[in-house]
């Protein structure tokens, strides 16, 4: 973590005996650490998706648009999304949806990426007492032309 300045210089003030400096020192730090946490969730779902055996992570993606062309062109078999508000939802104990893409083209890895995902998502959302984290399945039809 890096060192804010005004946290370092907070931290100098408390320890110089400076009163008030501790009540503005721990707004900062709360802040950073629940930054930190909430990019630590989405890893450890994608985590704990690598860990299954069952999925490799070739790409992480910004754009949940981007999904939708890799699965379309055959480059990835499957596409995990997760909301932006992920985090901050299974803090707070809302509970949240991530969306598992899935090229349906052949049904029966399309059926066990569903059923394996909802299996690490479950064993992910025990992890933590504040709410649930469900994977939302998706009916993905393959488009056929016909010539």
Avoid: C
């Amino acid at each position: 973590m890096e060192s804010h300045p005004d946290i370092t210089g907070l931290l100098v003030a408390w320890r110089g005996g400076d009163a008030t400096a501790l009540d503005r020192l721990f707004p900062l730090v709360y802040e950073e650490l629940r930054r930190i946490a909430h990019r630590q969730l989405s890893r450890d779902l994608i985590n704990a998706f690598e860990q299954s055996g069952y999925f490799d992570i070739i790409l992480h993606l910004n754009r949940a648009q981007d999904m939708r062309k890799l699965l379309d062109r055959g480059v990835v078999k499957a596409s995990l999304h997760i909301p932006s508000d992920f985090s901050k939802r299974v803090l707070r104990g809302e509970g949240a949806i991530v969306q598992m893409l899935v090229d349906g083209t052949d049904p029966n890895p399309a059926q066990a990426a569903l059923a394996n995902s909802a299996v690490i998502a479950g064993s992910f959302e025990q992890s933590f007492n504040h709410g649930k984290v469900a994977i939302q399945r998706v009916d993905f039809r393959p488009r056929l032309a016909l010539a």
